[in-house]
């Protein structure tokens, strides 16, 4: 079965890019017809859904995170990023890589936007 691991670093200072990474297993980017998603949750709220990459390679975000986030893909590595720009404390939060509509997540990995 795909299965999802999250990657990146823990701590983050004000101002930088935040990058995951999602790393694939038990299927393939490039031809289960999936929408791979980011999706965090701050402290104390609900579920963000972030942005998307289809197995076509197509992208997709959410209004909300649009202007500073881009999604890609390593098909070599079965994987595929989020990056996050212009980072603020408030985007302190759990992130996880899914696959939309499914039950298809990783474990989450805790993100701290700090000096």
């Known amino acids: 079965q795909v299965q999802l691991q999250e990657s990146g670093p823990g701590l983050v200072k004000p101002s930088q890019t935040l990058s995951l990474t999602c790393t694939v297993s038990?299927?393939?980017?490039?031809?289960?017809?999936?929408?791979w998603s980011w999706i965090r949750q701050p402290p104390g709220k609900g579920l963000e859904w972030m942005g998307a990459?289809?197995?076509?390679?197509?992208?997709y975000y959410s209004p909300s995170f649009k202007s500073r986030t881009s999604v890609s893909r390593d098909t070599s590595k079965n994987q595929f990023t989020l990056q996050l720009r212009s980072v603020t404390p408030d985007d302190t939060a759990v992130y996880y890589c899914?696959?939309?509509?499914?039950?298809?997540w990783g474990q989450g990995t805790q993100v701290t936007v700090s000096s």
């Open positions: 038990g299927g393939s980017i490039t031809t289960n017809s999936y929408y």
């Open positions: 899914a696959v939309a509509g499914t039950e298809i």
């Open positions: 990459i289809y197995y076509d390679g197509s992208t």
